[in-house]
């Protein structure tokens, strides 16, 4: 199957700095790539989805300019969460729509955990 | 700090026997489905989708049911193991948009 990788895993860092997510699709071409946070216990929220090539929709209640989002090729898609805050400590995940299957299908890479002291 | 999440509903199932996992969607629009499997710390992986168009798919050992009158889906496992503990989510596209159910957690009991 499709493989989407994540980096880094795990990201420790002072309060105020930023921190980049990178999200790539390993084995295929993704157009579109889409990044979820993840709260303990609790299901995947949608944060943005992001399409090769064009500025990321957000959803209702994402600060586009707090978490910024590039995706500047078909194989990789960055999230920047610019001046963390101990309240975004959380998973962050990516996955990818494989178009050229006929499935439609989102891969998800293995997640971030970011901690902001 | 971190928010407080809600409580899982938890599955319990015995090694070996079979396990069902249900999910309500709401669109009536959705036309594709999907189920993931979530082990702890890690990303969703996909074990299984169905489209509108079917009631019924099989993978190896997993069964999806798409029961498009009342907007049900489930997941049976059969023969279940310890590698099944998971959280499993249900998920419903309508073109691009996909939104996730809020999952379940499998508990396989030796």
Known sequence: GAVVSQHPSRVICKSGTSVKIECRSLDFQATTMFWYRQFPKQSLMLMATSNEGSKATYEQGVEKDKFLINHASLTLSTLTVTSAHPEDSSFYICSALDRLTSTDTQYFGPGTRLTVL | ?110
């Not at chain 2, 700090?1 to 409580?7: D, Q, T, Y």
């Not at chain 2, 798919?57 to 889906?73: A, E, S, Y």
Request: charged fraction near 15%.
């Open chain 2, 1 to 110: 700090g971190e928010s407080v999440g809600l409580h899982l509903p938890t599955l319990s199932v015995q090694e070996g026997d079979n396990s069902i996992i249900n999910c309500a969607y709401s669109n009536s629009a959705s036309d594709y489905f999907i189920w993931y499997k979530q082990e702890s710390g890690k990303g969703p992986q996909f074990i299984i989708d169905i489209r509108s168009n079917m009631d019924k798919r099989q993978g190896q050992r997993v069964t999806v049911l798409l029961n498009k009158t009342v907007k049900h889906l489930s997941l049976q496992i059969a023969a279940t193991q310890p590698g099944d503990s998971a959280v499993y989510f249900c998920a419903e596209a309508d073109g691009q948009n996909f939104v996730f159910g809020p999952g379940t957690r499998l508990s396989v009991l030796p």
